[in-house]
């Protein structure tokens, strides 16, 4: 088992539809991150907060929309999506600085019709 | 631009035989390098972490060297077992920026 916990681990949904990934870390980590992964792809980068602030945005689409509520939380809110959009969605957690592990949850294996 | 390669194509060697994982980067100076194992429908695992004025870092079976002259990291499993398949990847990060950057990965395959 994962210290990151993601949910759902499955989502399917349509281009019009509203849905929300969740990620929980009890670690007391303060940078928590979002990743997108195409299958045989590595993961790639989408959003950084840092205490609870967004610090990074690679140029991700405003379909995506990350969202901190506290240290332990972090949300990732998906609207009007594309079927290129479809992925493992990952999440990560690390203590703080810029030379730390990263823990990764398992995933959201997103599906859009 | 910046570019990290690992070997495209999948590693088998046998049980008990030693496997050795190269990343390569160009126009990129990391401060430091790490290394994940990746199975599949999970996510990445932190193995390793050589910063840049490390050469070499060890755990276990595990080895990674860093050289940074040759903009490259070698990562060693010594005595393997049918275990340690998987996908291997290393991923740079620099000095302020709460970011790794990920290469393709390696899939490695060890044969019982």
């Known amino acids: 088992d994962t210290e990151v916990t993601q949910t759902p681990k499955h989502l399917v949904m349509g281009m019009t539809n509203k849905k929300s990934l969740k990620c929980e870390q009890h670690?007391?980590?303060?940078?928590m991150y979002w990743y997108k992964q195409k299958a045989k792809k590595p993961p790639e980068l989408m959003f950084v907060?840092?205490?609870?602030?967004?610090?990074i945005n690679e140029s991700v689409p405003s379909r995506f929309s990350p969202e901190c509520p506290n240290s332990s939380l972090l949300n990732l809110h998906l609207h009007a999506l594309q079927p290129e959009d479809s992925a493992l969605y990952l999440c990560a957690s690390s203590l703080d600085g810029t030379n730390q592990p990263q823990h990764f949850g398992d995933g959201t294996r997103l599906s859009i019709l | 631009s910046q570019k990290i390669e690992q070997n495209s194509e999948a590693l088998n060697i046998q049980e008990g035989k030693t496997a050795t994982l190269t990343c390569n980067y160009t126009n990129y100076s990391p401060a430091y390098l790490q290394w994940y194992r990746q199975d599949p429908g999970r996510g990445p695992v932190f193995l390793l972490l050589?910063?840049?004025?490390?050469k070499e870092k060890r755990k276990e079976r595990l080895k990674v060297t860093f050289d940074t002259t040759l903009k490259q990291s070698l990562f060693h499993i010594t005595a393997s077992q049918p275990a340690d398949s998987a996908t291997y990847l290393c991923?740079?990060?620099?000095?302020?920026?709460?970011?790794?950057?990920f290469g393709s990965g390696t899939r490695l395959q060890v044969q019982p």
């Open positions: 907060y840092s205490y609870e602030k967004l610090s």
């Open positions: 991923a740079l990060g620099s000095t302020g920026r709460r970011a790794l950057t």
């Open positions: 050589i910063r840049e004025n490390e």
């Open positions: 670690m007391g980590h303060r940078a």
